[in-house]
């Protein structure tokens, strides 16, 4: 089975930097997608950046990007020029690509706060 | 554009009372999904649809049942409701194509507190 691992509870970043949430993960596939989703205080969950693990270029999303380690099982989130809108919760979610397989396993997630 | 709309958005219940929480999407989606979430424990999919008529088990489906009632709507039913079904619960629904490559998108969750 596979899981999703977020080591870091809560991140803090001071507004204009940069931050990084990591992500790591446990599968035996060789083919899967990876995806980060913002929890902002309204609940819904927003997709924010997708990664396909057969493409080997990270994944860029205006200010967000990814470092994907495909050997390391590592997916990590960059946010670039934090803006306070980017405050809320991040989750790193695995997805098989077989046909059927509609599980979409979460990370625990990390509470981002952006510092004025 | 509604996109996924779950109803009711808060609940409260007393033990053993049954409730069922309505999700319908008009995005002409063909899969859909509930999840519940947890302090700590991320999200956790109970129950889903892949398509019209079908419905399979999830991670954590005791306590709780699904109907796809056609292609837009798909319930969860908790027929005795107990403390631990305290929750928020998310609908989901995306377009599954061979690849399996569709995007998942989220209604705003439903809060349910069991007494």
């Known amino acids: 089975a596979q899981t999703v691992t977020q080591s870091q509870p809560e991140m803090s970043v001071q507004e204009a930097e940069t931050v990084t949430l990591s992500c790591t993960y446990d599968?035996?596939?060789?083919?899967?997608?990876l995806f980060w989703y913002k929890q902002p205080p309204s609940r819904q969950m927003i997709l924010v950046i997708r990664q396909e693990a057969y493409k080997q270029q990270n994944a860029t999303e205006n200010r967000f990007s990814v470092n994907f380690q495909k050997a390391a099982k590592s997916f990590s989130l960059k946010i670039s020029d934090s803006q306070l809108g980017d405050a809320a919760m991040y989750f790193c979610a695995y997805r098989s690509s077989n046909f059927g397989n509609e599980k979409l396993t979460f990370g625990t997630g990390t509470r981002l706060t952006i510092i004025p | 554009n509604a996109g996924v709309t779950q109803t009711p958005k808060f609940q409260v219940l007393k033990t053993g009372q049954s409730m069922t929480l309505q999700c319908a999407q008009d995005m002409n989606h063909n899969s859909m999904y509930w999840y519940r979430q947890d302090p700590g424990m991320g999200l956790r999919l109970i129950y889903y649809s892949a398509s019209e008529g079908t419905t399979d088990k999830g991670e954590v489906p005791n306590g709780y049942n699904v109907s796809r009632l056609n292609k837009r709507e798909f319930s969860l039913r908790l027929e005795s409701a107990a403390p631990s079904q305290t929750s928020v619960y998310f609908c989901a629904s995306k377009y599954t194509s061979g690849k399996n490559t569709g995007e998942l998108f989220f209604g705003e969750g439903s809060r349910l507190t069991v007494l």
């Open positions: 599968t035996s596939e060789s083919d899967y997608y």
